[in-house]
């Protein structure tokens, strides 16, 4: 495209150059022509001074004539000394013109030559622009068909550059799906290789939990004739411990009872102990007020909770009997002490309740 404005920019410019020497030669023609025909003019102007003077010169020689018939010989010869030196100055004026008519004819002559060489260059010169400027289009048009097949060209290789990219991109892709497929194969392989392992050693297992289990079949036949014999056994011996259970709970009742025959009679000794206690204080006491103050004094101990010795007992465990307050009973519900504070009996939610003193 650069090459094609270059061509046509020179193309305007060999024109352009034409045009100004073709005006500056038609100028030239042009003055020169002015010229010749001044020139010929001027001819044209000394031969009409000539023809005038020699007319006037020999009319004036007949009137001289003439007059000199009539005149004197002097004057006569005075006449024709003034018609010679005329004629001499006349004759020095035709010849210096037909000198200057030589060479204004020369000079035209010349100008006429020139003039043909000017048109003849001028000539060779417009065929050497005609031939420029054809040269010229055929190099536009070579330049044209080249710019074209360059575009072409161009446009080829983007398309091939392109269709590069994109097979890259492909090719990159489909790199990368290989390389994942060769990691999946690879993970394949190596699962395959483990669970081949797995395999192998299951297999080894298996054969040896096989032995086992024949070894357990035969223990287990043995197992099963001498469970027979041991059932035998233990239904004796079921029988034995039925026998003796029925023996235990009649002593364990019986233990109970004593149990609480044991208990009651403490009780009754504690009882009987706190009487003599009373007894002796009121002997060494020095009056009964002392004595009951005493007496009041322990049934409020009695009757205070062990645990916190500041509130009423209001609350019983149900498995121990041992009497305290409830709020301490809750407390060590929730804080999750959930045994007995004298025997440390463990005791449930349903385990105590209140109870009520009259």
Request: hydrophobic share 30%; charged share 35%; aromatic share 6%.
């Amino acid at each position: 495209m650069g090459s094609t404005t270059r061509t046509e920019n020179f193309t305007r410019h060999v024109q352009i150059g034409g045009q100004g020497e073709k005006a500056q030669l038609m100028a030239t023609e042009k003055k020169m022509r002015i010229e010749l025909e001044e020139l010929r003019q001027q001819n044209r102007k000394l031969f009409e001074d000539c023809s005038s003077s020699t007319s006037k010169r020999f009319s004036g020689t007949d009137k001289e004539r003439r007059f000199s018939g009539s005149g004197s010989g002097s004057q006569q010869k005075t006449v024709t000394d003034d018609e010679h030196k005329k004629m001499t100055k006349y004759e020095e004026i035709i010849r210096e013109l037909q000198k200057n008519v030589a060479a204004h004819k020369q000079q035209e002559q010349a100008l006429l030559n020139e003039m043909e060489v000017t048109g003849q260059a001028f000539e060779d010169m417009q065929e050497q622009n005609c031939r420029l400027i054809q040269q010229l289009r055929e190099k536009d048009d070579a330049n044209f068909k080249l710019m074209s097949d360059r575009i072409k060209s161009n446009q080829i290789h983007k398309m091939l550059k392109e269709e590069k990219e994109h097979l890259t991109e492909q090719i990159v892709t489909l790199q990368q799906q290989i390389e994942a497929q060769n990691q999946v194969v690879r993970k394949l392989e190596e699962r395959e290789r483990i669970l081949q392992n797995s395999l192998s050693t299951a297999e080894k297992e298996l054969t040896v939990r096989q032995q086992a289990m024949d070894f357990l079949k035969r223990k287990a036949l043995e197992s099963s004739q001498s469970a027979a014999d041991l059932k035998l056994h233990l239904d004796k011996y079921v029988a034995q411990i039925k026998d003796a259970q029925s023996i235990v709970a009649d002593k364990t009742s019986a233990w109970q009872q004593e149990t609480f025959k044991t208990k009651r009679l403490h009780e009754e000794v504690m009882m009987y102990k706190r009487k003599y206690e009373r007894a002796k204080k009121f002997e060494l006491a020095a009056t009964a007020d002392e004595v009951l103050q005493e007496e009041i004094r322990e049934l409020r101990e009695e009757l205070t909770c062990p645990s916190c010795k500041t509130k009423r007992k209001d609350a019983v465990l149900n498995k121990c009997f041992h009497v305290f307050c409830y709020d301490c009973l809750k407390t060590r519900y929730e804080t999750r002490q959930r045994k007995c504070p004298k025997c440390n009996q463990s005791f449930s939610a349903n385990d105590f309740h209140r109870l009520y003193l009259a």
